[in-house]
């Protein structure tokens, strides 16, 4: 499966952004799918997670309660709804493909895409 995120731009702290990530072919709804992020020196890092049917989410503690992952397997597209931004949110974010069942390690998704960049200003 290819990944297409989109979504990223400036913001200002306490804006919000909505990333899309846009998968090709036709399995997309057997994958679980993640958003991972990696900011400047810094290794990359899970943020949110969402099931094959979009049943169950699960989020890293820091973006808790302001993130909000979601999915249409119809659309072949997963979200990310970044509210309350705040400077350390500033990164690459990531979409990423798990068949298997990675337990939302970096390491274990199985297809990546190309990263869209998140600036939050202070």
């Known amino acids: 499966v290819q990944l297409q995120a989109s979504g990223g731009g400036l913001v200002q702290a306490g804006g919000s952004l909505r990333l899309s990530c846009a998968a090709s072919g036709r399995t997309f709804s057997t994958y679980s799918m993640g958003w991972f992020r990696q900011a400047p020196g810094k290794e990359r890092e899970f943020v949110a997670g969402?099931?094959?049917?979009?049943?169950?989410?699960y989020y890293a503690d820091s973006v808790k309660g302001r993130f909000t992952i979601s999915r249409n397997n119809a659309k072949n597209t997963v979200y990310l709804q970044l509210n309350s931004l705040k400077p350390d949110d500033t990164a690459v974010y990531y979409c990423?493909?798990?068949?298997?069942?990675?337990?939302?390690?970096?390491?274990?998704?199985?297809?990546w895409g190309k990263g869209t960049l998140v600036t939050v200003s202070s």
């Open positions: 990423a493909a798990d068949r298997y069942g990675s337990n939302w390690s970096a390491s274990g998704m199985d297809y």
């Open positions: 969402i099931t094959r049917d979009g049943g169950r989410t």
